[in-house]
């Protein structure tokens, strides 16, 4: 991919920033922890202004205060527990809005202009899938134009509106990362960062290995491997948009003190937070760059299958149209060849129904009985550099062998490989790991 | 107009719905007390099944969660004192957007079918006055097609859109009643009820007076005139708007047991809550309906200002620029004929900002010195039947005499009069005021 051009002020430039040096359109983007009150919203206005007074033009795009979307669920469930997901739509929105408009005041306190923006307002069109809607558009420029006029632009995370109904429709929990992303792209901005609690990336959760360290640089691909795989630091489907169209992200902390931090520059950036990008912008590059591990996993075990074709189909049937994703798949072949024990692991929350869907298709799979544990983990290894070197499956399963730590599966990319272990050996896989791909800090 | 029949549970008592008695449209709009929290929110849907369960078509206003408005309306005076007004209603919106949005469910929940209108999405056009703006017009054609398909529409009060900006603009504090008429203007609805956490209008405030007795029918004029003058019932903008659409407005109390209550019925009304409707539905009228009183007055007194034309033009008009209100202007002659005592009341709220605009003015006014006071209370006898019934004054300001009540302005119109008096006499006034006409209960 061709460097991006670095002139976003008309040609000519003259005029009063130094010449060479031209503004940048960026999207920031900042979480409920971050926004938890006004005196966190008036810090996250400091970097805002940060920005704008560097010459930039800023869209910001912010999350409910943290707590707020949680009250607002609580009274929805309070109100009935089947409730119509338009209008649980239409409550935990209100949430966005309240921040945004907070966020406005207290920018122009400072003497900047801004303006709050509803998704509708924008609009940012949805599909129908109200509570884990999907952005279709973002009709952005309108919004572009104000940016270029001086304006800075702050958008609600999280939501859109449906335009068939006219209906507001969420994202789904941590959508606010997507919007951010989306976003960025219908402004074509140069920079997305994200805002969080944490300052970047890490090359896996420094609760469990202090070793740990901040990756500088992760490609899109080791990202949304990370997001799937247990990482929290951002969503899959907003690290899915930005590899879709390469929007370069950031993740850093809104905890630093915002004038302690550099401005965006397109002419070069500083060594802080996780940059999101291509591969190729990575000239170091690990053959493994991170571990995640993933408690919220469940084992299912169906013992004594017929070992005959299309017996997975139908295991798996009624699982898919009831929605429950399965993610590892094993098969054992029991001594007489003709009966077989599946295992697979789906979402723990899902068990509950997952065992209820085996059960009524007990007659139709044919099966003995049915075992199910939530007390097991998965454990991944990732990094792009494994495309190109061999070995690296061996030397994990050994690494956990010698530990004695037993695999019940494994399930494999190109960039990564998961284990699933029994929960209490998580902590001594991952820090084994850590130090087996030489990611411990020295 | 005929008088209303006063029959409540129908003729000869066949069958479910008698022949002949036509379904209703009927908008029930609740407070925030009666919707503080989920529980009453869901006794509030029992009033609405009542309604649906009887054939009628239901049209919901309602205001945000009790104290809902309040941390919202901290929190902007804690972003910034000085708020962009277009921010702030974004905000305070946010609060009805979740009681309409949790009325829906719970009603849906019910079996009902139902959803939620934010008022951008029916809409209500406003202009542009935000935090105080008004309703300009109501689009209801989709709303009115809903119900006569028979949902209930369950619709936010207190706000709507201003088109021009597409930004959402508030009717200002208890603006949710303005909703209500509005709607039901633009509804054709047969009546418009006003729930709330009292039973009716009474002929004075029974928390001074407990012989004050409920009002069951008062006219449109006299309802506007205590609404203005201190009753806290209804606010004064809806009872205008119900006047000038001659739309039949009634006060009820949303904590009756919804199942103990009569449905509104074309054909007669049980004798419960106040009616506010044409003065010549009002067999039995009294020539005084009611007493108000307002504490929120103050008194302002400019000291020796030249007698001459000319004087009260400077004087008011700096005052009506800064948009303050003034009521009640008393002018006395001083002894000497060249200069003038002038006394004049506005709002507790605004003494300081008079006081200000005063100030500035003195060289242009010339006057001597300025005092103030606001331990002062309005006290106003109302009734339509003043028209035709002379010496009501005349008795008034003997009875307030005959107690030793000094009256330090006064003012009337054809249907009220006002006088303000010192505050310590207030409950004194109210009583005599309310026995001296007639108004006590047996």
Redesign the interface.
């Known amino acids: 991919m061709a460097a991006q051009p670095v002139c976003a002020s008309g040609p000519g430039g003259s005029g009063e920033l130094a010449a060479g040096v031209a503004m940048a359109v960026v999207v920031m983007k900042f979480g409920g922890t971050s926004v938890a009150n006004?005196e966190r919203?008036?810090n996250v206005c400091r970097h805002v202004k940060r920005e704008v007074d560097a010459g930039n033009k800023v869209a910001v795009v912010v999350s409910a205060m943290s707590g707020a979307t949680n009250q607002?669920v609580a009274?929805?469930r309070?109100?009935?527990l089947?409730?119509?997901a338009?209008?649980?739509d239409?409550?935990v929105?209100?949430?966005e809005?309240?921040t945004?408009?907070?966020t406005?005041?207290?920018l122009?306190?400072m003497g900047l202009q801004a303006?709050?923006w509803?998704g509708?307002?924008i609009p940012v069109i949805t599909d129908k899938a109200h509570g884990a809607a999907r952005i279709l558009d973002i009709k952005g420029e309108t919004l572009r134009e104000r940016l270029d006029q001086g304006e800075v632009a702050v958008v609600t995370g999280f939501q859109g509106i449906e335009p068939e109904r006219?209906?507001i429709a969420t994202l789904g929990r941590g959508g606010s990362d997507t919007s951010a992303v989306a976003l960025a792209v219908a402004l074509k901005a140069d920079v997305c960062d994200i805002y969080t609690d944490v300052d970047g990336v890490y090359t896996t959760d420094p609760r469990i290995v202090p070793k740990a360290q901040r990756l500088p640089k992760v490609s899109y691909e080791e990202m949304l491997e990370m997001a799937s795989l247990g990482s929290k630091v951002l969503q899959t489907r907003s690290v899915e948009l930005a590899m879709l169209y390469r929007m370069r992200t950031r993740v850093l902390s809104s905890f630093v003190a915002p004038e302690a931090m550099q401005p965006f520059r397109l002419d070069g950036l500083e060594d802080i937070g996780t940059i999101v990008c291509d591969e190729d912008e990575i000239v170091e590059q690990q053959v493994v760059s991170g571990i995640a591990y993933a408690k919220d996993e469940a084992k299912i075990t169906i013992l004594k299958v017929a070992d005959k074709p299309g017996i997975a189909a139908r295991v798996f049937g009624p699982l898919a149209e009831a929605n429950i994703n399965v993610d590892m798949i094993v098969q054992n072949i029991t001594p007489d060849g003709k009966f077989t024990d599946m295992t697979f692991t789906v979402q723990a929350a899902e068990l509950p129904r997952t065992l209820e869907v085996l059960k009524s298709a007990k007659e139709s799979i044919g099966y003995n009985d049915v075992m199910a544990s939530a007390d097991v983990v998965k454990v991944s290894v990732i990094g792009v550099g494994m495309r190109s070197h061999a070995g690296v499956a061996a030397q994990m399963f050994q690494a956990l062998a010698s530990k004695g730590i037993n695999i019940l599966a494994i399930s494999t990319s190109e960039i990564k490989i998961s284990v699933l272990i029994e929960a209490p050996y998580a902590e001594l896989a991952v820090r084994s790991l850590h130090s087996l791909y030489g990611l411990d800090k020295d």
Chains 1, 2 share one sequence.
């Open positions: 006004v919203i008036r607002l009274w929805v309070e109100a009935s089947l409730h119509d338009r209008e649980y239409a409550i929105a209100s949430g809005q309240v945004a408009g907070l406005a005041i207290v122009q306190s303006r709050s509803q509708w307002q006219n209906r």
